[in-house]
């Protein structure tokens, strides 16, 4: 139980394109979502927290209208990469919060990697 | 502030033999859960083994046990019987107060045959 299911899984983009990253809750409501992003050999970076119907909120140094995150219903939350440059390169993972589960409380998705060509 | 250190960038273990992979924390806070996730190189997190700061008894999943030293702020991962599947990165976690998870830097550990 608690599967959060993320698609793409891997996209390759235009620098310049947008991209949308999906988080789906399967088996159960996701109140919370927390969205990371990791860069090679390197730990998870928090991006933001999002709480179902309002505002994200981001971490210090990530750019709100570069990432926008939309968390509209307790079943999907959504990152979408604006104006992507190569930079934006990145595995890109979600997580939600889950109380009553054997991970005493977070599910993850299978990330997404995203080149920016 | 709340921190998790992981000092070990890498490591080789032999087929068989048991690993610890080290963690160390810090936090003010009173309640406080740690994790280990195991990410292969598929990306997928992989939970393994939980401890909750007011446990008494150290967590134990299978091959996985958790050896957690409150005193020294300390919340070791050891796993008996390393298999070639075990090769991945190793990840100490901590949930703070506000349910975020602060993750530590990751050990990644390869399994020699």
């Known amino acids: 139980g608690a599967v959060v299911s993320q698609h793409p899984s891997r996209v390759i983009c235009k620098s310049g394109t947008s991209v949308k990253i999906e988080c789906r809750s399967l088996d159960f409501q996701a109140t919370t979502m927390f969205w990371y992003r990791q860069f090679p050999k390197q730990s998870l970076m928090l991006m933001a927290t999002s709480n179902e119907g309002s505002k994200a909120t981001y971490e210090q140094g990530v750019e709100k209208d570069k990432f926008l995150i939309n968390h509209a219903s307790l079943t999907l939350s959504t990152l979408t990469v604006t104006s992507a440059h190569p930079e934006d390169s990145s595995f890109y993972i979600c997580?939600?919060?889950?109380?009553?589960?054997?991970?005493?409380?977070?599910?993850f998705g299978s990330g997404t990697r995203l080149t920016v060509v | 502030a709340q921190k998790i250190t992981q000092t070990q960038p890498g490591m080789f273990v032999q087929e068989k033999e048991a690993v610890t992979l080290d963690c160390t924390y810090d936090?003010?806070?009173?309640?406080?859960?740690l994790f280990w996730y195991k990410q292969p190189s598929s990306g997928e997190m992989i939970f393994l083994i939980y401890?909750?700061?007011?446990d008494q008894q150290n967590a134990t999943e299978g091959r996985y046990s958790l050896n957690f030293q409150k005193a020294r702020k300390s919340a070791n991962l050891v796993i008996s019987a390393s298999q070639l599947g075990d090769s991945a990165m190793y990840f100490c976690?901590?949930?703070?107060?506000?349910?975020?998870?602060?993750w530590g830097a990751g050990t990644k550990l390869i399994i020699k045959p």
């Open positions: 401890q909750g700061s007011y």
């Open positions: 936090t003010s806070d009173p309640s406080y859960g």
């Open positions: 976690a901590m949930r703070d107060s506000n349910y975020q998870l602060i």
């Open positions: 997580s939600a919060r889950v109380q009553q589960f054997r991970a005493y409380g977070y599910t």
